[in-house]
């Protein structure tokens, strides 16, 4: 079956330290993938895409890289304030679909 | 530029009754799709829409269903409320819907059946 898997542990880490987060799927061939934040309460707020042919993408604090042999994408977030604790969720469209398949996600909470 | 509106915000309903969600896209965003959010099975899709073609559907019974105006403006119902259905319903547009495109998120509606 196909499936989109985060870490639904919470994850909590330290002021400063880097935090790395899981996203595996299978059955899946996506030619994009997305991260998005979610702040309780709130809508999801997009972050960042990586498209299949690109190992790393990067954006101020962010990496995400992207491994399609493995089927998993990793989220990282460098230099870890308290202000980055939230809920972050992967997300793939299916090939040839309009519909976005998000994973459960995973709550980081960065401790001060 | 204004973000996603979603009304009404907060909804509280009895078993049996419908209900219709209202959702703003960004201007010039001509696709909005849907998603139900719960504690227990995170996010899920439920219907997209573009140009008011109803182009993909999640795994959700018939009762729920939904509508895109020419505006882009989109609704959605569900009909006869089950406990279950008490969720954050989510819209988000995007310019095209494609794989490409960032998706933005409304604020959503909040409903609690009773």
């Known amino acids: 079956s196909q499936k989109i898997e985060q870490n639904s542990e919470a994850l909590n880490i330290q002021e400063g330290k880097t935090a790395t987060l899981t996203c595996n799927y299978t059955?899946?061939?996506?030619?994009?993938l997305q991260w998005y934040r979610q702040d309780p309460g709130r809508g999801p707020v997009f972050l960042l895409l990586i498209r299949e042919n690109e190992k790393e993408k990067r954006k101020e604090r962010l990496k995400v890289t992207f491994d399609t042999t493995l089927k998993q994408s990793l989220f990282h977030i460098t230099a870890s304030q308290p202000a980055d604790s939230a809920t972050y969720l992967c997300?793939?469209?299916?090939?040839?679909?309009?519909?976005?398949?998000f994973g459960t996600g995973t709550r980081l909470k960065v401790l001060a | 530029k204004a973000g996603v509106t979603q009304t009404p915000r907060y909804l509280i309903k009895t078993r049996g009754q419908q209900v219709t969600l209202s959702c703003s896209p960004i201007?010039?965003?001509?696709?909005v799709s849907w998603y139900q959010q719960t504690p227990g099975q995170g996010l899920q899709f439920l219907f997209e829409?573009?140009?008011?073609?109803?182009?993909n559907k999640g795994n959700f019974p018939g009762r729920f269903s939904g509508r895109q105006f020419s505006n882009s403006r989109s609704e959605m119902n569900v009909s006869t409320l089950e406990l279950g259905d008490s969720a954050l319903y989510l819209c988000?547009?995007?310019?095209?819907?494609?794989?490409?495109?960032?998706?933005?998120f409304g604020p959503g509606t909040r409903l609690t059946v009773l």
């Open positions: 201007s010039g965003h001509r696709s």
């Open positions: 829409y573009f140009s008011e073609t109803q182009r």
């Open positions: 059955n899946y061939s996506p030619a994009y």
């Open positions: 988000a547009s995007s310019l095209t819907g494609d794989a490409y495109n960032e998706q933005f």
């Open positions: 997300a793939l469209n299916p090939t040839g679909t309009y519909k976005y398949i």
